[in-house]
């Protein structure tokens, strides 16, 4: 499934509720909601979803993260896209991310 054009034209940023965290190596998305429940909801991100949190700079489109992604990691464009999008469906569940 390849993204739509619109898909690829949209810019996210980090959700001010969500704190990440480099332990060792690994990302860690940890909620600070009011809500102590969310306190369970830890997220680890392996390192390509770690550079995508990365480049989830409210500035830059999908499609140059997918750009970013394909020269860091030397993943062919279809593959690098189908992840992204993959992981921003993901992000967008748990409210990690904002469009716009």
């Given amino acids: 499934m390849e993204g739509t054009l619109t898909e690829l034209a949209s810019i996210y940023h980090h959700d001010p509720s969500i704190v990440a965290r480099n332990i060792a190596g690994e990302v860690i ?3 600070i909601r009011n809500n102590v429940g969310d306190l369970d909801s830890i997220y680890t991100l392996n390192e390509t ?3 995508v949190w990365e480049c ?3 500035v830059r489109t999908l499609a140059e993260v997918v750009a970013a992604l394909v020269t860091e990691y030397e ?3 279809v593959q690098a896209e189908q992840d992204v999008l993959a ?3 993901q992000l967008e569940s748990i409210k990690a991310i904002a469009q716009g």
């Fill in 29 to 31: 998305l940890v909620p």
């Fill in 49 to 51: 979803a770690a550079f």
């Fill in 56 to 58: 989830l700079d409210g």
């Fill in 75 to 77: 993943v062919e464009a």
């Fill in 87 to 89: 992981l921003i469906a």
